[in-house]
C-alpha cells in the first residue's frame, strides 16, 4: 500500500528530462539570443536611464525635448515611417489581391521579380534613385520638360525622394506580407455574396475587404517598424530636413561619441517597436509571419459596413466590368497596374547596368558603350578585393551558424506544446522586429568590452542575430509541410533521435534548408548597419565600402560595384526559387 501511495509522487522526476527533450534543440539559439540580443538590448535601456555616475537620470531623454532639432527629427522620422508604410499598403494591395488568385505556378512566377529587388542591395537601390533623381538624373529632366517641377527644382535631395526610395524598398514586403493572409481568405464567400445578388465590385468591398483588413494592417505595422531604423535612404536621397532617428544615431556614436545619447534614442525606437510588435500580435498574430492565415481575420469591419456597402456599388457603378458578366475587364486592368508595379520595382536596378560598362570616367545617360575596365578596377583593388572577400567570408559563416541555430529553434517549435510555441516563436522573431541600429549599438557595447568590436568574429554574431528570424521563419513553414509518420515510421525501427534527424529530416527537408542558408548569407553579405559599428576602421566589408564611396562621389566603379551585387542576388533569388519547387 505504501508503494502505490509513492509511486504516483515518482512520475513527475521520471517524466521532466522528457519534458526537456523538446526544448533541447532550441537552448543554442536561446542562449545565443539572450547573450547577443537580449543582453545588448537591456544595456541600452541602462544607458538611457543612467548618468555618467551610475545615477538614475532622464536628462538624455529631457535633451531630446528641450532642442528643437531633436524634435523636429524625431517628428520627421515618425512622419517620413508613417508615409512609407501608408503608401506601401495602398500600393501593394492590388498586387496581393492578384497574386493570392492566380495559380502557384503563376504566382511563383510573379513573385520571383517582386522578390529580387526586395532582397537586392539598399545601397544598390538607393544609388540608383541617386542617379535618376539627382539635378542631372534622367527623371528629373523628363519632370522638369513636362512642367512637373520647376527648372531650379530637383527630386532629390527632397522629401518625394526620399518617399519614392523607401517606398521602392518596402513596397515588396507589404506585398509579401498581405499575401499569406488573402491566400487564407476563403473566395466562395465572395461567390455567395455575388449569388445574393451583389455586383463583383460590391462583393470585394463589403466580403473580401474586410477579411484582408489584418492583413494590411500588418503589412503597414511592418513596414512602419523598419521604416523607423533607415538611415541610407534618407541620407543620400534626402536633405538636412529629412533627417532621421537613426543618422542622429550614427552621428552621436561615431562623430560626437556620445554613446548614451545614442542609447536613449535608440531606447525610443526600441520602445516604438515593442508596440508595433504588439500590436501586430493582437491584430494577426505572430503565425502569419510563418505563413499561416491569421485566426483573427475578419469581424473587424463590422461598423464600416455600410460605408463599405456604399463605396462598393459606386465603384460598380463606375467600373462596368466589375459587374457579375464583365469580370475579366477587371482581372485585365489588375493585370496591368501589377506589371506598372513590378517595372517601377525592377528598372530602376536595371538602370544601373548599363553605366557599368560605359567608356566615360563619369556617370551619364545615355553611357557610351561598351568598356569592362570598370569591372576589371573592381576586381584589381585591393581595397575592393578585400572588402569582397571579407563579405563572402563572414556571409558563408553567418549563414552557416544562423542556419545550424534556426534548424534546431524551428525543430523545437514543431515539438513543444502549443502553449509555449507563441512566446518562443516572439522570442526568435524579436531582431526581424526590432530595427538594426538598436541592435547595432547593443552589440557595440557589448563587443566594446569583449573586444570584439573590428573583428570578423564580432560581424559574423551580428549577422547572425539578424539571420535567425528568416532561417526560423523558412525552416517553420517547412516543418509544418513535413509528414511526420516518416520520423516516427523510424522511430518504431529503432533509430535514434540523431540518426532520424540525419537519414529523414535532413535529406526531405534539403531544399528548404538550402534556401534558408541562402536568405541567411543575403542578410549578412547585404547588412551595412551592424558594419558600420562594427566591422573597423581599415577592414570593411563590401556594403561598408560602397557607402564610404558614394558619400565621396558617383563612379561609374561603383556602377561596377552594384552591377555585380545585382546579378549575385538575381542568381541567388533563382537558387532559392530552385530549392522552393523542390520542396513542395
Given amino acids: 500500500m505504501w508503494l502505490v501511495q509513492r509511486l504516483p509522487q515518482a512520475g513527475p522526476r521520471f517524466a521532466w528530462p522528457r519534458r526537456l527533450q523538446g526544448w533541447l534543440p532550441a537552448l543554442p539559439a536561446l542562449l545565443f539570443l539572450a547573450v547577443f540580443f537580449i543582453v545588448p538590448v537591456v544595456e541600452i535601456l541602462q544607458g538611457g536611464l543612467y548618468d555618467a555616475d551610475g545615477v538614475l537620470s532622464i536628462a538624455q531623454f529631457a535633451r531630446m525635448t528641450h532642442s528643437a532639432v531633436y524634435v523636429k527629427v524625431l ?10 508604410a501608408a503608401l506601401s499598403v495602398v500600393l501593394g494591395y492590388p498586387v496581393a489581391y492578384l497574386l493570392a488568385r492566380l495559380s502557384s505556378r503563376s504566382r511563383e512566377r510573379w513573385l520571383l521579380w517582386i522578390v529580387l529587388p526586395f532582397w537586392t542591395s539598399y545601397l544598390v537601390k ?7 533623381l539627382s539635378k542631372t538624373g534622367l527623371l528629373t529632366i523628363v519632370a522638369t520638360h513636362l512642367g512637373l517641377i520647376g527648372d531650379a527644382s530637383t527630386l532629390a535631395p527632397s522629401l518625394t525622394g526620399v518617399l519614392i526610395g523607401m517606398v521602392h524598398a518596402m513596397l515588396p514586403l507589404a506585398v509579401m506580407t498581405m499575401l499569406p493572409i488573402m491566400r487564407g481568405i476563403n473566395m466562395q464567400l465572395v461567390q455567395a455574396a455575388e449569388t445574393l445578388g451583389a455586383d463583383r465590385a460590391t462583393g470585394f468591398f463589403t466580403v473580401f475587404l474586410p477579411l484582408s483588413g489584418p492583413g494590411a494592417a500588418a503589412a503597414g505595422l511592418l513596414v512602419f517598424i523598419s521604416s523607423l531604423g533607415f538611415f541610407i535612404v534618407p ?13 542622429l544615431v550614427i552621428s552621436s556614436v561615431l562623430e560626437l561619441f556620445d554613446l548614451r545619447f545614442a542609447g536613449a534614442l535608440s531606447t525610443v525606437l526600441l520602445l516604438c517597436s515593442i508596440v508595433v510588435f504588439y500590436v501586430y500580435d493582437r491584430v494577426v498574430g505572430l503565425s502569419s509571419l510563418a505563413g499561416e492565415a491569421p485566426q483573427r481575420a475578419g469581424g473587424q469591419g463590422g461598423r464600416l459596413l455600410p460605408v463599405l456597402l456604399a463605396v462598393g456599388r459606386l465603384a460598380g457603378k463606375l467600373t462596368p466590368g466589375a459587374g457579375r458578366a464583365g469580370g475579366q475587364g477587371s482581372g485585365i486592368g489588375l493585370k496591368a497596374y501589377a506589371w506598372v508595379i513590378v517595372l517601377a520595382l525592377v528598372l530602376p536596378i536595371a538602370f544601373v547596368v548599363p553605366l557599368a560598362f560605359t567608356k566615360q570616367s563619369f556617370v551619364a545617360f545615355p553611357p557610351e558603350l561598351f568598356t569592362l575596365k570598370w569591372f576589371v ?5 585591393s581595397v575592393w578585393q578585400s572588402a569582397l572577400l571579407r563579405s563572402l567570408g563572414v556571409g558563408f559563416a553567418t549563414a552557416a551558424l544562423a542556419l545550424v541555430l534556426g534548424f534546431g529553434a524551428s525543430l523545437a517549435l514543431v515539438r513543444l506544446p502549443s502553449r509555449w510555441r507563441k512566446p518562443l516563436f516572439a522570442v526568435f522573431i524579436a531582431p526581424l522586429i526590432v530595427p538594426r541600429i538598436v541592435v547595432a549599438v547593443g552589440l557595440l557595447y557589448l563587443f566594446a568590452r569583449w573586444e570584439l568590436a573590428g573583428t570578423n568574429a564580432g560581424l559574423v554574431i551580428g549577422h547572425t542575430v539578424l539571420a535567425i528570424p528568416y532561417v526560423v521563419v523558412t525552416l517553420s513553414a517547412s516543418f509544418k509541410r513535413f509528414d511526420w509518420r516518416l520520423d516516427d515510421a523510424a522511430k518504431m525501427l529503432g533509430a535514434s533521435a540523431f540518426t532520424r534527424v540525419r537519414t529523414v529530416l535532413l ?9 534558408a542558408f541562402l536568405f541567411a548569407f543575403i542578410v549578412s553579405f547585404d547588412d551595412l548597419t551592424i558594419a558600420i559599428f562594427v566591422s573597423g576602421g581599415i577592414n570593411t566589408t563590401l556594403p561598408k565600402q560602397m557607402w564610404d564611396d558614394i558619400q565621396l562621389a558617383v563612379t561609374p566603379t561603383l556602377a561596377a560595384v552594384a552591377t555585380s551585387l545585382v546579378f549575385l542576388m538575381a542568381f541567388c533569388v533563382w537558387l532559392s526559387s530552385m530549392f522552393k519547387r523542390k520542396s513542395y
Fill in 377 to 381: 578596377a573592381f576586381l584589381e583593388s
Fill in 507 to 515: 535529406p526531405l527537408l534539403a531544399a528548404s534548408l538550402g534556401s
Fill in 126 to 132: 538607393t544609388y540608383a534613385w541617386m542617379l535618376l
Fill in 235 to 247: 541620407a543620400l536621397l534626402g536633405s538636412p530636413r529629412e533627417s532621421m532617428v537613426a543618422q
Fill in 75 to 84: 517628428g520627421s522620422t515618425f512622419w517620413i515611417a508613417f508615409l512609407t
